[in-house]
């Protein structure tokens, strides 16, 4: 049974930092890419960033382009997303999400499992 769980969201203040992280079970890394979205209240879900299973490929919105990181512990079967210099704009519930064909896609109908999301608040 395939298992997602975020962890790591929370209140920070604007310009502040968090890390989430995305714990899989179930599944390894190796074969599936692994996409971070958000959706803010009245908003539609989006893709922020992805990491893809072969070789770890990298995609970012370009809203989060140079402020957020995500990357991938194998042994660990965990993904990260470092989010620095977070903005207002940047409140949402955050979710990861699995897609077994493995390519890497912002898009989030390609993806076959999903977690029961985080909340990341940025305020002062």
């Known amino acids: 049974q395939v298992q997602l769980v975020e962890s790591g969201g929370g209140l920070v203040q604007p310009g502040g930092s968090l890390r989430l992280s995305c714990a899989a079970s179930g599944l390894t890394l190796d074969y599936y890419a692994i996409g971070w979205f958000r959706q803010a209240p009245g908003k539609e879900r989006e893709g922020v960033s992805c990491i893809s299973s072969s070789d770890g490929t990298t995609y970012y919105a370009d809203s989060v382009k140079g402020r957020f990181t995500i990357s991938r512990d194998i042994a660990k079967n965990t993904v990260y997303l470092q989010m620095n210099s977070l903005k207002p704009e940047d409140t949402a519930v955050y979710y990861c999400?699995?897609?077994?064909?493995?390519?890497?896609?912002?898009?989030?109908?390609?993806?076959?499992?999903w977690g029961q999301g985080t909340q990341v608040t940025v305020s002062s």
């Open positions: 999400a699995a897609d077994r064909a493995g390519w890497g896609t912002l898009g989030p109908h390609e993806y076959d499992y």
